[in-house]
């Protein structure tokens, strides 16, 4: 289909330098893509192209002046990613698709051969025991209601 030939054609139009990952959200809230990143290689996942289902969103994608490449992250990138999501609170407010585009863009970052940007592991949280102050609702006439949590 032009649909799938399209999600996977090579570009070779395009300097190698800066690769985006894009979820549905932008193709279906109909943004200009190209704006985002001007030369740029865009990336998604098959996942990702499987939500686009609006007949405007598809032809949109279509009308693009680049290609959008799918991609599968690794096996390995997915393990870590869950593994990272699991440790900071967050695996269960992922969708498979938003592991698998944090997975890929780990993935692409690695492959460039600059991975001093990527962590291993989650910062250690640090919490001040100290009493900490907070406000309760609306201002009185003598300011903020404040509380100290003990």
Do not use: C
């Not at 030369?39 to 098959?46: D, K």
């Not at 250690?124 to 100290?148: L, N, Y």
């Amino acid at each position: 289909s032009t649909w799938g030939n399209m999600a996977t054609a090579e570009s070779t139009a395009r300097p190698q330098g800066k690769k985006v990952v894009i979820d549905a959200g932008v193709v279906i809230r109909l943004q200009r893509l190209e704006q985002l990143a001007s030369g740029a290689e865009f990336y998604t996942t098959s996942g990702v192209l499987g939500e686009i289902r609006d007949a405007a969103a598809r032809q949109h994608m279509l009308t693009l002046p680049f290609d959008v490449r799918a991609k599968e992250p690794t096996e390995k990138d997915i393990a870590f990613v869950k593994r990272f999501a699991t440790q900071t609170g967050d695996i269960g407010f992922l969708s498979p698709n938003d592991i698998n585009l944090i997975a890929l863009t780990y993935m692409l970052q690695r492959e460039t051969g600059d991975v001093s940007r990527l962590r291993v592991k989650p910062l250690s949280m640090q919490f001040d025991t100290q009493k900490v102050q907070f406000a309760w609702g609306p201002s009185g006439p003598d300011g903020p209601r404040t509380h100290t949590a003990a």
